[in-house]
Structure formats: structure tokens, C-alpha cells
């Protein structure tokens, strides 16, 4: 049974203790586990308790290399696996689930952590005209899933129904923006009322540069990640397969790096106990993860 209550300040270390011997030999994949991130965080704590194996992604090979080599050190006898993947990129996130599934024929949980937040408006690299945040947040982890579907199915056809499960990191930043049906890509096309940006909101979550609103953008990403769950539950449920959208808090992390200068103003003022660690930003999605008491409700 998990200790009660957790709570914003529950670390993903304790909550990955609690559910330890559901994380034990388990198959698992996590994106953006780069240093001081919540990827890392969620990677260390899932490394601690013993998973058959844990494979991490990311786009750079440094990075990645840096977070396995640590848990490496730390837990020697963990089989750790990195796949270097742009998630704005639908080729390499091709790629990348090739190599997944190279390395394994089940993936029992799959953690969508990896995300970017911009200020300015940028293209997807492969040329498929995507707005930049739009495809790294949602295309490309839509993408990556759909393509890993067969490894998790495998997974699902043997586990308890419930317990093979899909977590995508959103934000609270969801309540900005619904998502943009008709103008995902912020080229000025009419949008019906439901699809508005959110009225009466702190100036700077509206902060434009050539136009573009970049943390409306963000919003409208992080709403697509949580409509992303309801229908992998419409769709898989009979299958056992589960998925939770999750918001991890405040942290100060690398996603805060390209906002807007307004946005870096106001979080520069806020009290330090506002934040969150990264340890506890990963708690939500551990609980997502493996908390037994979700196998039988999917959202």
C-alpha cells in the first residue's frame, strides 16, 4: 500500500518505493532524460527499484550519455539503453522506434516527459510545415506511441489489465488555450469561439514576438496531450492498456530557457517555495505510472 498522503511535495524517489515491486522487471521507456530535468528525475527513481529494463530518449546523445553513465554508477546491475531521437523531427522518431523496438518486444510503461516551450515561432525540421512546439510536444510523442503500439500490446497481452500504461507529461499550462483544431500552426486563421485562448489570464501568458504567442502555443500543446490520453483509453482499454495525462507542477527546469522575457520576469519573482525539484515534479508521473489503485479507470 502507498503511504498517504502524497503531496506536492512528494518526491518521485518515495513514491517509486512505494510501488517498487511493480516497477521490478519492468520494461520502460522515458523521453526527455536529460541533466536536471524531470525526465532525469523520473529516470533515476524508476533505475533505484530495479526495472528489467529502462531505456531513456532524448535528442542529444551527450546528454543522455550523462544521465546513463550516472545511473549506471549508482545501479550497475540496472540494463540501461539510450535512443537518440528529435521528437520534432517524424523521421528520427521513425528511427527511433526502430531501435525501441530492437531492444525489446514489450514495453510495459511508456513515459511521454519530453517537451519544448518557445517564445518565438519556428518550423519542424523535417518539412513537414508543423509549428515547432506543436511537434515536439504532441506529433511527435503521438507519433513515437502509435509506432511502439505492437511492444505495448505484447506487454498488455501478459500483464493484469491496467498495468501496461501510457503517461503523457502535461501542464497546468493546459487552462491558456484549448487546443487549435483550425490553426494549429498559428497562421492567423479564424477560430471558433471553443478554440479561443482563455480571457482574464496574467499579461505575460499572452507575450507575442512577430506575432507569435508562445505560451498560448504551449497551452494549446499541453491540452493535446491530455486529449491524447482520453482517446488512447476510448481506444485501448479493452486491450488492458491505460493512459494519464499528469501535470508535474512548478519546476525550474530547461524548459524555461527559450520563454519570453516577460514570462522569465514574473518567475523570477516568485518565492523560492514555489518550486518544485525535479524529484518531485517526477512524482506525478510515477504515480501514474504504477499506483495499482488506477488499473481500473483510464484518464
Not at 518505493?17 to 527513481?45: C, M, Q, V, W, Y
Not at 504504477?290 to 484518464?299: A, E, H, K, V
Request: charged share 20%; hydrophobic share 40%.
Amino acid at each position: 500500500m502507498k503511504p498517504k498522503p502524497f503531496d506536492r511535495t512528494t518526491t518521485g524517489t518515495k513514491v517509486a518505493a512505494a510501488f517498487g515491486d511493480r516497477i521490478r522487471g519492468k520494461h520502460i521507456l522515458i523521453t526527455g532524460a536529460s541533466p536536471n530535468s524531470i525526465g532525469e528525475a523520473t529516470a533515476r527513481a524508476v533505475a533505484g527499484r530495479s526495472p528489467g529494463l529502462l531505456i531513456l530518449a532524448s535528442r542529444s546523445a551527450a546528454k543522455l550519455s550523462a544521465v546513463a553513465g550516472q545511473i549506471g554508477e549508482q545501479h550497475p546491475h540496472v540494463t540501461v539503453r539510450t535512443v537518440v531521437v528529435d521528437l520534432a523531427d517524424q523521421n528520427s522518431v521513425r528511427e527511433a522506434a526502430t531501435q525501441i523496438r530492437g531492444l525489446t518486444t514489450r514495453l510495459d510503461v511508456l513515459v511521454n516527459n519530453a517537451g519544448v516551450s518557445l517564445s518565438r515561432k519556428q518550423w519542424s525540421p523535417d518539412g513537414n510545415g508543423i509549428e515547432l512546439t506543436f511537434a515536439t510536444n504532441h506529433v511527435g510523442p503521438f507519433l513515437l506511441t502509435n509506432l511502439l503500439l505492437p511492444i505495448l500490446l505484447e506487454a498488455a497481452r501478459t500483464n493484469k489489465p491496467g498495468d501496461t500504461r501510457i503517461v503523457n507529461v502535461s501542464s497546468s499550462a493546459h487552462v491558456i488555450s484549448p487546443f487549435r483544431f483550425s490553426d494549429y500552426n498559428f497562421e492567423g486563421k479564424p477560430l471558433p469561439q471553443r478554440e479561443q485562448p482563455r480571457k482574464n489570464l496574467p499579461d505575460h501568458l499572452y507575450e507575442q514576438h512577430d506575432g507569435f504567442p508562445g505560451m498560448v502555443a504551449y497551452g494549446a500543446s499541453k491540452t493535446a496531450n491530455i486529449l491524447f490520453s482520453v482517446a488512447l483509453n476510448e481506444r485501448l482499454l479493452p486491450s488492458g492498456i491505460r493512459s494519464y495525462a499528469v501535470n508535474p507542477g512548478d519546476i525550474l527546469s530547461g524548459l524555461l530557457r527559450e520563454v519570453g522575457a516577460e514570462f522569465r520576469k514574473v518567475t523570477g519573482a516568485m518565492p523560492p517555495e514555489t518550486w518544485k525539484t525535479p524529484d518531485q515534479g517526477s512524482a506525478t508521473s510515477l504515480v501514474a505510472a504504477f499506483d495499482p489503485s488506477l488499473s481500473d479507470t483510464g484518464g
